[in-house]
């Protein structure tokens, strides 16, 4: 028998899926085969590269000022490039190429010019990545093959059937999405921001405004959550936020509903934004609680084979 793990997509919500793998190996569940999207090809790639408690502890630790420092802001098809964040995983955290993977390993891409869903298993890795993260509108699409790739959460954010596909006979997949889908647009009470350290808050404000201005919000949690009173236009980022979120979850919804995975593991985050990376903690923790919460379900489906 061979368990396949589908990772979704989901920004920020994917750093949950370190604590869906690490629950899974407390629990005794041996992991073959690994797919994700986005977020979680980032994270299946740490898996596949045997360094996925490594980058979960990095996770862990990240602040602000880390999170910042890895925005390459763009004003070229995307708010930010994306190769600052794959560059430094890809040198701590994965292999090289997908050949040189410890599991059976690949991730999912959009086409731009057609829309047609690409799967990515052989080559070079950090660009197969970099394609799959390209969220339209945050990151630059990537150019591989002859063609322009973005994120794959546009057209299979739970990839079941890829894990299907390189031969798992149980599927077990993490979605991100539940009850997130306007939750951009909702009222909401005010964020706690993280504190940041006072030597480095200048530099970190600085360049938080910078980005900002670019993408048109006057706060960073405007531009994610969109906090604003009902009667103001919303800003750019919430409007795609929103709109992205909207997608991902009805797509998300009709493919599981037509290729519905063995056990399906929902994590609430429905107060995470798509770029609330320094909560990597809380994150990983509601991903253990999650599989807790399905834990009989996990154990009877096993039990079966």
């Not at 000022?65 to 040198?91: F, H, I, N, P, W």
């Not at 390993?105 to 197969?128: D, H, K, N, Q, Y």
């Not at 990537?142 to 059937?161: T, Y």
Request: charged fraction near 25%.
């Amino acid at each position: 028998m061979k368990v396949g793990l589908a990772l979704g997509s989901g920004s920020a919500r994917g750093w949950a899926h370190f604590g869906v793998i690490r629950e899974l190996r407390a629990l005794g569940v041996s992991i073959d085969i690994v797919c994700g999207t986005s977020v979680g090809a980032l994270v299946g790639a740490a898996l596949a590269s045997g360094n996925e408690e490594a980058m979960a502890e990095w996770v862990a630790r990240l602040g602000w000022t880390d999170v910042v420092a890895l925005m390459d802001v763009s004003l070229r098809g995307g708010a930010l490039q994306g190769d600052k964040v794959v560059e430094y995983c890809a040198e701590h955290f994965f292999a090289d190429r997908f050949e040189a993977l410890q599991l059976p390993f690949a991730c999912v891409a959009t086409e731009l010019s057609s829309g047609r869903e690409v799967w990515l298993r052989e080559g070079l890795l950090a660009p197969a990545l970099r394609a799959s993260i390209a969220l339209p509108g945050m990151f630059q699409p990537q150019r591989l093959g002859g063609h322009w790739l973005v994120d794959g959460g546009l057209v299979n954010p739970v990839p079941v059937s890829l894990c299907r596909a390189l031969g798992a006979d149980v599927v077990i997949a993490v979605e991100l999405g539940a009850g997130r889908a306007t939750r951009h647009m909702r009222k909401a009470p005010p964020f706690r921001e993280k504190p940041v350290e006072p030597e480095r808050s200048g530099w970190t404000e600085q360049m938080k405004e910078r980005f900002l201005s670019w993408v048109g919000a006057s706060s960073l949690f405007d531009w994610v959550d969109a906090r604003e009173a009902a009667d103001e236009i919303p800003t750019l980022g919430a409007v795609l936020a929103t709109s992205i979120n909207i997608m991902q979850t009805r797509i998300a919804r009709a493919r599981l509903a037509g290729d519905p995975p063995d056990v399906l593991i929902q994590p609430r985050l429905t107060e995470f934004s798509i770029l609330d990376f320094h909560r990597g903690k809380e994150a990983i923790e509601e991903g253990v609680a999650a599989t807790r919460r399905v834990r009989a379900q996990i154990e009877a489906v096993l039990d079966g084979f």
